[in-house]
């Protein structure tokens, strides 16, 4: 069966976070390699002073993984072509322009 895309909220209030989503909850993603590319569709529910400000990933596969910003910084797009086995935490790093610190928001995606 063909890896499909997943839509996934992100909610910051306060310097706190919750994820919603994902084929796995809470954000986490599952794909199968081999199975095609997959998106990971984030979008930011969260005060207008908050946007996304970057990605990170860490573990192991990084090289299955890239994203971009988009919708005034209120979503990102991550892409993983689900090429090889991975289990990566992606950081979405969300900016305050109100002065606050950075919120880092850090659920999984695991390709098996």
């Not at 986490?28 to 979008?43: F, Y």
């Not at 209120?74 to 969300?94: E, F, L, S």
């Amino acid at each position: 069966m063909p890896n499909s895309d997943q839509q996934v909220s992100l909610s910051v209030q306060n310097g706190g976070y919750q994820y919603s989503g994902g084929n796995k909850g809470n954000g986490n993603v599952e794909n199968s390699v081999g199975q095609g590319p997959s998106k990971i569709h984030v979008s930011l529910n969260a005060a207008s002073n908050y946007f996304i400000k970057d990605v990170q990933f860490q573990g192991s596969g990084l090289e299955n993984f890239s994203f971009d910003i988009k919708g005034n910084e209120r979503r990102v797009d991550i892409d993983d072509n689900c090429r090889t086995p991975a289990d990566v935490k992606y950081t979405v790093i969300v900016g305050d322009s109100n002065g606050g610190p950075d919120v880092l928001c850090d659920p999984r995606v695991v390709n098996k």
